[in-house]
T-cell receptor, first 114, second 110 residues
Framework: DTGVSQNPRHKITKRGQNVTFRCDPI?????LYWYRQTLGQGPEFLTY????????KSRLLSDRFSAERPKGSFSTLEIQRTEQGDSAMYLC????????????FGPGTRLTVL | KNEVEQSPQNLTAQEGEFITINCSYS?????LHWLQQHPGGGIVSLFM???GKKKHGRLIATINIQEKHSSLHITASHPRDSAVYIC????????????FGKGTKLSVKP
């Protein structure tokens, strides 16, 4: 296992378009997190899955955002009707429920909305 | 309110210097993470600690639970240490999401 992977690494889109990002966590990790990071800021929590169940969503996650983890493995984050303010780095992390919550991060997907 | 303060926000050092980055948080935590983020965005976990001190190579992390303060030290700094260092307390919520500081941008000059 090579760690958490995310695809695509970069996405440029026009305002109003829909985009979808994918995260593949470390295989034995049942917890999966999505974070968003804007320039000059630390990451901010968006949503959390334990296995296939989405247990928590931040107020940052407007109704244009939806996340799924259908089989408790990979996850997708979709943004509908993108806005320029959605431009950010979208980070995925995974962790095991056992022991301390050490999170392993993917390389991120950088979204630019024109 | 769970808040995280890091200092300094920006730090420029000469190669070989000893570096200290500080992190203060507002309420009790179960653990604290130090993360490194290189240009391009990928985040690497450096340390997770709940008490005392941890050392990995030239990196040392300490935490004082009573004072709600943690420090990250880099000995014999090198230009490849140039990155953003982020402190992230884990407040132990049921979902386990981290609260991140804004980061300290370190630039080590040769």
């Amino acid at each position: 296992d090579t760690g958490v992977s995310q695809n695509p690494r970069h996405k440029i889109t026009k305002r109003g378009q829909n985009v979808t990002f994918r995260c593949d966590p470390i295989s034995e990790h049942n917890r999966l997190y999505w974070y968003r990071q804007t320039l000059g800021q630390g990451p901010e929590f968006l949503t959390y899955f334990q296995n296939e169940a989405q247990l928590e969503k931040s107020r940052l996650l407007s109704d244009r955002f939806s996340a799924e983890r259908p089989k408790g493995s990979f996850s997708t984050l979709e943004i509908q009707r993108t806005e320029q303010g959605d431009s950010a780095m979208y980070l995925c992390a995974s962790s095991s429920q056992v022991g301390y919550n050490e999170q392993f991060f993917g390389p991120g997907t950088r979204l630019t909305v024109l | 309110k769970n808040e995280v303060e890091q200092s300094p926000q920006n730090l420029t050092a000469q190669e070989g210097e000893f570096i200290t980055i500080n992190c203060s948080y507002s309420v009790g935590i179960s653990a604290l993470h130090w993360l490194q983020q290189h240009p391009g965005g990928g985040i690497v976990s450096l340390f997770m600690l709940s008490s005392g001190k941890k050392k990995h190579g030239r990196l040392i992390a300490t935490i004082n639970i009573q004072e709600k303060h943690s420090s990250l030290h880099i000995t014999a700094s090198h230009p490849r240490d140039s990155a953003v260092y982020i402190c992230a307390p884990d407040y132990g919520g049921s979902q386990g999401n981290l609260i991140f500081g804004k980061g300290t941008k370190l630039s080590v000059k040769p």
